[in-house]
């Protein structure tokens, strides 16, 4: 495929790599710049699900911030869970599937007009467990709660508990130092007439001290169930607002959606005026905010599906096979039984390792999200991502009808650009041209020459 790319950010450049296509899809060809990963929302949490049938494995990582001794997790639970279905992992890994499938900024250079370059043609949108310090032990209390397993799991105590009722479980977690907030025995009772277990955390002061670290490790939980779901309802009780979550299923089939909530598409594709490059994480911001309140405030948001083989552009490589046997992709590998160390090095291009990536982003609370999300795993290969392009105009000593016709044009281009932003965000347009013309993007045509300018104004000033 031709491209008509001049130059790269050197940044950038460092970072990127050209990934084989194994398959048909029609490549974007254009240079990475800028990505929008979870680290522009505060309160946000990513939870990585690997799904294959009944099996699943969940990787839970949060941006708790504060004293570590007030750290609790409460997790629902379809099964009791035995010490070797629990582990702990490191941030990189999700760090790295967050970077892989964030929306993204790339950026073209318009070539010369007069080589008769079609840009259209080029730019077309997208066709398509560690050591424990006691044994799993059941025991029953006057309230009803039965402490079905517990472990010391890197630095996480755990426990595995089972309820008669909502009122018992309340109670027991006060007297055992949990803080519930108010409505908590209301959802936890919705749990516990469905025979939920509950899977709770707290962290082993000792055990954190020795990992030498200032921050949680996400936590990973392997179970088998029919149910395809991830539990929100607990995390609506005590919430200041609007709660972020980042979603990144792995499967076997293909796309992942919600079937209790609609999954919509990010809007992608668009051509947006080049000052968004300093502004990108600003954009994306105020983009998402826009689009929730369009859909009611109650969908979840499609940003990313692809196969984990390849991607193009590249905010990131995409992920090492140790890198996915540690988040429970199971059927890869040279050895599947064999553990792989983990490397951040490039990987080399490959047959498709058939796992297949889905990023969904949901923004909620109880108000709008009073369901736990509910998910298929469906088989849409179709690849997709949250994607917007900056186009730079040709700034070259072109001399030609062509090169006349493409700067008569570029004012129209640049209203289209800011109608398209002003669409996507709500920002004011009249703000969004100032901010173009003071990058570059000028409103204004240039002077047309007169025809009979051609045949005798530069002539004239030579002699």
Not at 70 to 92: C, D, R
Not at 93 to 119: G, K, M, Q, W
Not at 273 to 298: C, H, I, L, W
Request: proline fraction near 5%; hydrophobic fraction near 40%.
């Amino acid at each position: 495929m031709k491209r008509s790319l001049k130059k790269t950010l050197a940044a950038a450049a460092s970072a990127l790599a050209a990934i084989a296509a194994t398959g048909g899809a029609f490549a974007f060809c254009g240079f990475y710049v800028a990505k929008a990963d979870t680290k522009l929302f505060n309160k946000a949490s990513k939870v990585a699900i690997m799904r294959d049938g009944d099996r699943t494995v969940m990787t839970m990582s949060n941006d708790f911030q504060g004293d570590l001794k007030e750290f609790a997790m409460i997790v629902p639970v379809p099964v009791v869970l035995s010490e070797g279905q629990i582990h702990v992992t490191e941030n990189a890994i999700i760090d790295h599937l967050d970077v892989y499938t964030s929306p993204r900024l790339v950026e073209y250079f318009d070539d010369d007009p007069c080589a008769r370059f079609e840009y259209e043609a080029m730019a077309a949108p997208m066709a398509r467990m560690s050591d424990a310090k006691g044994e799993g032990r059941s025991r029953k209390n006057s309230l009803g709660v039965t402490v079905e397993a517990e472990y010391t799991v890197g630095e996480y105590d755990i426990q595995i508990l089972s309820a008669n009722e909502s009122a018992g479980l309340a109670i027991w977690l006060k007297q055992n130092g949990y803080k519930l907030p108010k409505g908590a025995e209301a959802t936890l009772g919705s749990y516990v007439k469905q025979g939920t277990k509950f899977f709770v955390a707290k962290v082993n002061l000792d055990e954190q001290s020795k990992t030498g670290l200032h921050y949680l490790r996400p936590l990973q939980i392997a179970f088998e169930s029919p149910r395809f779901m991830l539990p929100i309802r607990l995390g609506t009780v005590n919430a200041d607002g609007k709660q972020e979550l980042f979603i990144f299923a792995l499967t076997r089939t293909g796309r992942v959606e919600t079937t209790n909530y609609r999954t919509v598409k990010l809007p992608t594709g668009m051509n947006i005026p080049t000052y968004v490059k300093d502004e990108f994480g600003g954009f994306y911001k105020a983009m998402f905010a826009e689009q929730v309140q369009r859909e009611s405030e109650n969908a979840v948001f499609l940003e990313y599906a692809w196969d984990m083989n390849w991607c193009d552009p590249c905010a990131a490589d995409p992920l090492s096979d140790a890198e996915l046997r540690e988040l429970g992709v199971f059927w890869i590998g040279a050895d599947a039984g064999a553990p792989q160390p983990i490397t951040r090095r490039r990987p080399a291009p490959q047959a498709s390792r058939d796992v297949f990536v889905t990023r969904l982003h949901v923004s909620y609370d109880a108000a709008h999200f009073p369901e736990d999300l509910m998910f298929k795993s469906t088989g849409d290969r179709e690849n997709f991502q949250g994607r917007y392009v900056m186009r730079h105009a040709y700034k070259g000593p072109a001399q030609c009808e062509a090169a006349e016709r493409y700067r008569a044009d570029l004012p129209a281009r640049y209203e289209k650009e800011a109608q398209t932003l002003a669409n996507l965000t709500g920002w004011d347009v009249g703000d969004i041209r100032s901010k173009m013309d003071e990058n570059g993007q000028e409103f204004t045509p240039p002077p047309k020459e007169k025809w009979w300018e051609k045949l005798w104004g530069k002539a004239d000033e030579k002699g």
